[in-house]
């Protein structure tokens, strides 16, 4: 009986730990390849839930946000995205450049060195994330209206580090 107890009191404490841990850290499958060649489809990600809790989004920063694009399912769809632009930030594409407030972005993580589209003096609002995906020329994000601007409320988490597959495993930049 006694051997019981401690089996269920093991039990319990496992699921309490493992309810706290899920509260702060979210593990995510990559489920498309617009962020390629930084996340191939099915990278096994763990988020951090908390990190703009506690911190301000950085440029650079690869986060997983709530859009209003649907899934066939018909489910809210969820992006992983680059931050490129925070607010108050003011994002020109041009000739297939990038510049944030008048200095031409050095991205050695994009697949092809050339961005689509155009925008000119593009001002981030506040509480708002500008968003890239790191394949730019298979990545809706920012650039469509679909998507527009990220509020920051609506950042899921950020994701920290890579589990699979496992001779990628480690932090993510």
């Known amino acids: 009986m006694k051997e019981l107890k401690e089996w269920i009191k093991d039990i319990l404490i496992a699921v309490i730990v493992a309810v706290i841990i899920l509260q ?12 390629l060649p930084t996340l191939q489809e099915y990278n ?3 988020l951090s839930k908390q990190s703009y809790t506690f911190g301000e989004p ?29 607010p ?51 990545s809706i994000d920012s650039r469509d209206p679909d998507v527009g601007f990220v509020k920051i409320d609506d950042v899921y988490g950020k994701a920290v580090f890579r589990i699979y597959p496992f001779n990628e495993i480690g932090t993510l930049n």
């Open 24 to 35: 702060f850290i979210k593990p995510t499958f990559v489920r498309e390849t617009s962020m």
């Open 44 to 46: 096994f990600l763990f």
């Open 58 to 86: 950085r440029n650079g920063d690869i986060i997983v946000f709530h859009t209003h694009l649907k899934t066939q399912a018909g489910d809210e769809k969820m992006l992983i995205k680059r931050v490129i632009g925070l």
């Open 88 to 138: 108050g930030d003011t994002i020109n594409i041009e000739d297939g450049i990038v510049s944030v407030n008048g200095e031409v972005l050095s991205e050695p993580y994009i697949l092809e060195p050339y961005t689509a589209g155009y925008v000119s003096d593009l001002v981030v609002p506040e509480g708002d994330l500008f968003v890239m995906g790191d394949n730019r020329q298979n």
